[in-house]
């Protein structure tokens, strides 16, 4: 609450209407893109009626198209309705949709209840977005820098759900 409260009075209601602007449709992208197949792979991965590897192989392709169609659909949408700066942020914004496909490896740990890596990983990614968006808001940088920061804070959180370990490959 607290970094919600500095980050929207630093901002001030434009700024910060537009970067709520852009985490809400990029939230919407991201679960568009995940094609409401959590539950199932993590079942399959589950039950081992298949082979994992190709579960995950071809689970990663399909979130993997999908969300490239999501994103040229979103940019296309975006240059007819947006200005030049918001389409910039969309631009931004919209690569971090790309890395969604990555998440197939937690509905694997999933399947096996090893969860505790992958909560740890979200706990650390929600802890560095906080101290970096206060960060950003103490040493008074534009609304860019917050845009890169939820980009790559996503993309993060994403990619450290790999913990070093062998999963499936």
Not at 79 to 99: D, M, R, V
Request: net charge positive.
């Amino acid at each position: 609450i607290i970094v919600v409260a500095r980050v929207s009075k630093f901002l001030e209601p434009d700024n910060y209407g537009i970067l709520a602007l852009l985490e809400s449709v990029f939230s919407i992208l991201f679960a568009i893109a995940a094609l409401g197949i959590d539950p199932i792979i993590t079942r399959e991965f589950k039950l081992k009626q298949y082979d994992s590897k190709l579960i995950f192989c071809t689970t990663f392709y399909l979130k993997f198209f999908a969300s490239i169609f999501l994103f040229i659909v979103y940019l296309l949408f975006s240059f007819f309705f947006f200005e030049k700066p918001i389409l910039y942020y969309n631009l931004i914004i919209g690569f971090g949709l790309l890395f969604s496909s990555i998440n197939v490896i937690e509905y694997y740990f999933q399947s096996r209840v090893e969860l505790f890596n992958t909560s740890l990983i979200r706990s650390f990614a929600f802890i560095a977005s906080s101290i970096i968006k206060l960060f950003l808001v103490y040493n008074s940088y534009p609304l860019i820098y917050f845009v890169f920061t939820i980009t790559y804070l996503s993309y993060r959180q994403i990619s450290m759900g790999k913990c070093g370990r062998s999963f499936i490959l």
